[in-house]
């Protein structure tokens, strides 16, 4: 099996646990009879360790390499889901939120920068690490919903206790997986303010931002909607499977379609229909209904993670592609972080329909940033060590 596709499949598993239990826990503390807003602060939990620890968890890969790091990373998940198999209390799901947390930021950031190393056409690699995305945000609700219905709340974190075992079992068994060579890194180093003085990049890393916003928005907030318009927990868990198909499908056609059109207008087109289908979702109640817009924003927003990952890779310094993926990882959590609070916030106060008209805007902006962004000079590669513009 290539490297990327081991790497890949060992992530999907990881990141299953990641989507899963947000399900888990937002359908868990409403049982438990928690507000809206208890939710958002719970799920904003996430975001704690990656927005503190995610520039550290780049240059910590970039030094030492990057299996060290995802054995850290996969065994603060494993140990996330055996604290929730045990104890199904609230103060028991803040403590589940953070430790998945700290293992996304370890496990995640090197694992971005593994597949930025390896050889072959870089879009294409990352092309395949999005499909891993998808596929996890697939079989993530999907497990959650129908373990919640038909098992109950500690077998879903059991089930995810389990999904560890292959990541563990790989990076201990294949320690060659995860070599690179850091001949070029760079021996003196800058901040993280030096890497955003880089224009293309700091652009890229805003857009990054927002398109995570976008999602986190969708996927913290529907099992809520979802519930107040009765659906049960499985189907909730196929609604938001119906977007990760549309995500998982989107990117086999991705390298055809930006061989004929710019990145950029790509992804200004695709969130202006992500913007359009979340201006019309809360007008829908039907499962069908919402299914079909949960497949046509998953159509929309699928294109950005891949076209992020690599525009980001190509934009880094020589030796600080770690360092720039942890930096790019820590925008997306402020994402992660501020989403699930202000959303919590408009639930209360305004219902759905604010928070999804919200999501519109957000799309909006983000559609006129890439094709702003279009006119930017042409982008420096990761092995070049001058990123001058």
């Known amino acids: 099996m290539q490297a990327v596709y081991l790497v890949t499949l060992i992530h999907t598993a990881s990141h299953a646990c990641f989507t899963g239990s947000k399900v888990v826990l937002s359908l868990l503390a409403l049982d438990l009879g928690a507000t809206q807003l208890t939710i958002g602060a719970l799920v904003a939990c996430y975001s704690i360790a990656p927005l503190a620890l995610g520039v550290y968890s780049g240059r910590l890969a970039d030094t030492i390499g990057m299996r060290a790091p995802m054995l850290i990373g996969v065994g603060a998940i494993a140990c ?17 939120a953070t430790l998945v947390g700290v293992g996304f930021v370890f496990f995640v950031v090197s694992v971005q920068n593994l597949v930025g190393t390896m050889p072959g056409d870089r879009t294409r690699n ?3 690490l999005s499909i891993g995305y998808s596929a996890s945000n697939l079989v993530g609700p999907l497990t959650a919903g129908f373990a919640i219905e038909y098992a109950g709340y500690a077998s879903a974190f059991l089930a995810f206790a389990l999904f560890t075992l292959l990541p563990l079992a790989v990076l201990v068994a294949r320690p060659t997986l995860t070599a690179v060579d850091r001949a070029s890194a760079r021996t003196k180093r800058g901040g993280t303010i030096e890497l955003l003085a880089i224009p293309a990049l700091r652009r890229q890393i805003v857009i990054t931002a927002l398109l995570m916003a976008a999602q986190e928005l969708y996927v913290f907030y529907f099992p809520i909607y979802g519930h107040t318009v009765g659906l049960r927990a499985s189907t909730i868990g196929v609604v938001l499977s119906a977007f990760a198909v549309a995500t998982f499908l989107v990117r086999f056609v991705m390298s055809a379609v930006t061989s004929r059109v710019r ?13 359009f289908v ?16 949960s497949f046509l924003l998953g159509l929309g927003l699928g294109c950005g993670q891949p076209l992020s990952l690599t525009l980001c890779y190509e934009h880094s310094p020589a030796g600080r592609t ?20 202000v959303s919590g916030v408009f639930g209360s106060a305004a219902g759905a329909g604010a928070v999804f008209l919200m999501n519109a805007v957000n799309c ?16 420096t590669s990761a092995a070049d060590p001058s990123l001058v513009e």
Do not use: D, K
Request: proline fraction near 5%.
């Open 322 to 341: 770690g360092e720039v993926a942890g930096l790019r990882t820590t925008a997306t959590n402020v994402a992660r972080l501020v989403v699930p609070l």
């Open 80 to 96: 996330a889901m055996l604290v929730g198999w045990t104890w199904q209390r609230l103060p028991a799901l803040f403590t589940v």
């Open 263 to 275: 990145a950029e207008y790509l992804l200004a087109a695709a969130t202006l229909l992500a913007a």
């Open 278 to 293: 979340s201006a019309v979702f809360p007008l829908l109640t039907h499962a069908y209904a919402l299914a079909v817009a």
């Open 126 to 128: 990352y092309s395949i």
């Open 364 to 379: 909006s902006v983000i559609s006129y940033l890439a094709r702003r962004s279009a006119q930017a000079p042409t982008r």
